[in-house]
């Protein structure tokens, strides 16, 4: 598990932009950004679908769903 961290570490880092550390706000949003970049390079979803997430457009149920559940909420 160590090794995970220390490949989270520069993300983090980006995202923080050298700021505090993150609520857990932030942290959700985290996961959702490197969620939709997972599963966009997983070709669970397309390039619209990425972009309307990274804007926020989806909410956040849809985030959550199983990668194999295509219907959207």
Known sequence: MKKWIEQLLPILEEYKDGGEPLDGDEVDSLCSI??????????????????RILDGEYPKALLRLDPNDKEKV
């Open 34 to 51: 490197i969620r939709a970049k997972i599963n966009l390079q997983e070709g669970n979803i397309t390039e619209v679908e990425y972009e």
